[in-house]
């Protein structure tokens, strides 16, 4: 579904692959309603967005506050009289071992990857419904496919929105709202890790590793092609996990060979100083 006048929220969209998803949003022709904690960096990118004659509205929200979220739904329907597109983008892990997070942290995890999309999604689909249209986009990530190294609880989060998009899309597609999930590999030009590897002085070579701009892209396919799942990696990416799921000692193999566990070891010390 795309029509100019459609109207599109995007989480996450105050730092890291949120922008992008937002810029390739409106060259898309969509409205926009951009959400994040720090209203600085949204109101920045709204700024250009309404110089750039996108209409965009900025709407701050912490999504782990439930309060929060559901004012951020509400005012989101209110910006531009409805909500058509709802891209969870927002998410992330400390970067810490399990056993050392509080369960607090842990819950935190669960609760900003897991718990805020799906009550989103809760919140704005009675409008979707009414109108019978509507398509629910979830960020996830291959992180619990490949038993990638330090995010047990990132990974139940994230391999927790895949099960939820296939079932949400297929309960309420043949009424007009479907969903799709884009599940990402590692993103090289932006977003967390890329930060980290900038934080922590870490050379992170090109390969196995995938631009921002593709999961932008992969989320307006998914929206236009009505996709039921993207996976955003290099080469054949459905594939690789197709066969993580059938061969699951593979992930950690291959962590090891491609020196990622050591990689995870060295950040996860990095943020055991920061403490
Ligand atoms: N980067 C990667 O390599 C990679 C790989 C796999 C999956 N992903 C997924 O891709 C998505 C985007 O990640 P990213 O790398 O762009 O992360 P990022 O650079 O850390 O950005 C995260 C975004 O989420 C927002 N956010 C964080 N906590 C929030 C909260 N409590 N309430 C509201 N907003 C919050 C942040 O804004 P504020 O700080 O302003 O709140 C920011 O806009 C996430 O779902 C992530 O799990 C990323």
Do not use: C
């Not at 250009?48 to 739904?73: C, F, G, H, M, S």
């Not at 400390?94 to 056993?99: A, L, S, T, V």
């Not at 819950?107 to 799906?118: G, Q, R, V």
């Not at 038993?147 to 998009?165: C, M, V």
């Amino acid at each position: 579904m795309e029509k100019q006048e459609d109207v599109a929220l995007v989480t996450g969209a105050s730092h890291g692959i949120g922008p992008i998803i937002a810029r390739t949003l409106a060259e898309a022709g969509y409205r926009l309603v951009l959400t994040g904690r720090t209203a600085r960096e949204l109101e920045l990118l709204t700024g250009q967005l309404n110089a750039a004659a996108t209409p965009a509205v900025a709407i701050p929200a912490d999504l782990t506050k439930a309060d929060d979220l559901e004012r951020l739904a509400k005012s989101a329907e209110a910006a531009f009289g409805r909500v058509d597109v709802l891209v969870n983008n927002a998410g992330g892990d400390p970067q810490r071992e399990f056993d050392a997070m509080s369960w607090a942290d842990n819950e935190a995890i669960i609760s900003l990857n897991a718990l805020a999309p799906i009550h989103l999604a809760h919140q704005l689909l009675p409008g979707m419904l009414q109108r019978g249209r509507g398509h629910v986009v979830n960020i996830s990530s291959i992180a619990g496919r490949v038993s990638f190294p330090y995010a047990e609880a990132y990974a139940a989060a994230k391999d927790g929105i895949i099960g939820f998009t296939r079932v949400l899309r297929n309960d309420y597609r043949h009424r007009g709202v479907s969903a799709s999930v884009v599940i990402l590999g590692a993103i090289r030009d932006a977003g967390l890790g890329d930060r980290t590897a900038k934080e922590v002085g870490l050379k992170v070579p090109a390969m196995g590793t995938s631009p921002a701009i593709h999961v932008a892209r992969a989320v307006l396919a998914a929206i236009k092609k009505d996709r039921t799942e993207i996976v955003v990696m290099p080469g054949p990416g459905r594939l690789l996990k197709a066969v993580m799921d059938l061969f699951p000692s593979l992930g950690p193999a291959m962590n090891r060979l491609a020196g990622a566990e050591k990689t995870m070891r060295t950040v996860i010390e990095f943020r055991k100083q920061q403490l």
